[in-house]
Nanobody
Framework: QVQLVESGGGLVQAGGSLRLSCAASGPSFSSYNMGWFRQGPGKEREFVSAINSNGGSTYYADSVKGRFTISRDNAKNTVYLQMNSLQPTDTAVYYC?????????????????WGQGTQVTVSS
């Protein structure tokens, strides 16, 4: 079983940047595919980005493509989300999740492991 802890959220002005981290504990982190999701105020949780187990394939929601970059360091059991050119619409609680399945277009309910989330607030 994988345990996930997000960090790096905070308050930033529009146009700014943040880097989120998701530290994993438990066996075989390098065998899991990882995803980032977010839930804005009054909204449903939505997909942001995903990366496969070796980091060779990445996926992005259209709303963040070109601004966000997902990466991972399997030696550190950590996945990152670099967020640039942040907008107020990016304000949300950001969650990381892990799955053994191919993360491409994978429904959220097929990610069995989730972190507790980290708040990102972007002011205008």
């Amino acid at each position: 079983q994988v345990q996930l802890v997000e960090s790096g959220g905070g308050l930033v002005q529009a146009g700014g940047s943040l880097r989120l981290s998701c530290a994993a504990s438990g066996p075989s982190f390098s065998s899991y595919n990882m995803g980032w999701f977010r839930q804005g105020p009054g909204k449903e949780r939505e997909f942001v980005s995903a990366i496969n187990s070796n980091g060779g394939s990445t996926y992005y929601a259209d709303s963040v493509k070109g601004r966000f970059t997902i990466s991972r360091d399997n030696a550190k059991n950590t996945v990152y989300l670099q967020m640039n050119s942040l907008q107020p619409t990016d304000t949300a609680v950001y969650y990381c999740a892990a799955t053994a399945l191919n993360p491409r277009s994978l429904p959220q309910h097929l990610y069995p492991y989730w972190g507790q989330g980290t708040q990102v607030t972007v002011s205008s």
